[in-house]
């Protein structure tokens, strides 16, 4: 499994260094790569690769899709870190980019890696569809706005220290993580022509996929050491964070992990064979330390 997922992260690596070579030169690149490149696991890349294997599309099909969504995955990362939201000082085993680069360089590092992921769905080098481009830009535009990442990431900070029910808790962690995860299934139902039905059901699949990933991190957060996770651990509790662990605990917040892992599973069975590098990728996120 780790060998699969290494293999789409170095072809997702590839793609946005040569990417970023064909960018007019400014003085935001170097801290843009610094966030972006050299580090993380490229879990969104995996889910995209093999999420498009149901419908028997190749990596050069999805490979834009893949950039895009790690450049807005990296620009949420690198403003959670800042001061303002969750004062992480390290990431990806590294200084957090505004240590390297300070913060207003980092908050403009980030607008411009979201902007980039527009820029790399719409590039005329991308042979799909017009009609397809659109789509997918206004679908990940809507993950990613108030609707979705950046509206959890409010969320997840105005819930600190406060009591919510479980139904807030998973609607905060499925805006933040969950729709982003969403685009990337969804997104391969659109290059492969699907009909809305089917799109619509690719697009819960994801978000459950990005709740499980959630959890998942969750547990890391409360369970694993800062060498392994690239990042602070324990910090949930200390800041108050809404988590269902805080709520409900450590073992029933399991127990609702594995529920909603064989829900996933039980969904992706009807593919067959075509759906193994999705499920194995699944059964990592939730088995993971780091």
Do not use: W
Not at 98 to 103: L, N, Q, R, V
Not at 106 to 114: H, K, R
Not at 250 to 256: G, H, Q, T, V
């Amino acid at each position: 499994m780790i060998k699969f997922l290494n293999k789409n992260a170095t072809q997702t690596e590839i793609f946005l260094k040569k990417y970023l070579r064909r960018q007019d030169k400014s003085e935001l690149l170097k801290a843009m790569k610094y966030g972006l490149l050299g580090g993380g696991k490229k879990i969104r890349s995996s889910i995209i690769i093999s999420t498009g294997k149901l419908f028997n599309l190749k990596t050069k099909d999805l490979i834009n899709i893949c950039g895009a969504v790690e450049c807005i995955h990296s620009y949420t990362l690198i403003h959670d870190d800042l001061p303002c939201m969750d004062d992480d000082k390290t990431r990806r085993g590294k200084p957090a980019t505004h240590i390297k680069f300070g913060e207003s360089t980092a908050v403009l590092a980030g607008n411009s890696l979201l902007t980039l992921a527009f820029e790399m769905i719409v590039d005329k080098k991308y042979k799909i569809n017009f009609k397809s481009k659109t789509e997918l830009v206004k679908e990940i535009a809507l993950c990613s706005g108030h609707t979705g990442v950046a509206g959890g990431q409010y969320l997840d900070l105005s819930f600190e220290k406060k009591k919510k029910l479980l139904s807030q808790i998973i609607d905060m962690q499925k805006k933040k993580t969950g729709k982003l995860f969403a685009f990337c299934c969804f997104a391969t139902g659109v290059i492969a022509n699907k009909k809305n039905k089917e799109k619509k059901a690719l697009k819960n699949l994801g978000e459950d996929i990005g709740l499980l990933f959630q959890l998942a991190d969750d547990f890391i957060d409360l369970k694993s050491s800062k060498k392994k996770a690239g990042k602070p651990t324990g910090k949930d509790q200390k800041k108050g964070k809404s988590t269902l662990i805080n709520l409900i605990g450590y073992e029933k917040a399991n127990l609702f992990a594995i529920k909603l892992k064989k829900n996933i599973l039980r969904k992706l069975s009807k593919h067959g064979k075509k759906a193994q590098d999705l499920i194995n990728t699944v059964e990592f996120i939730l088995g993971r330390n780091f």
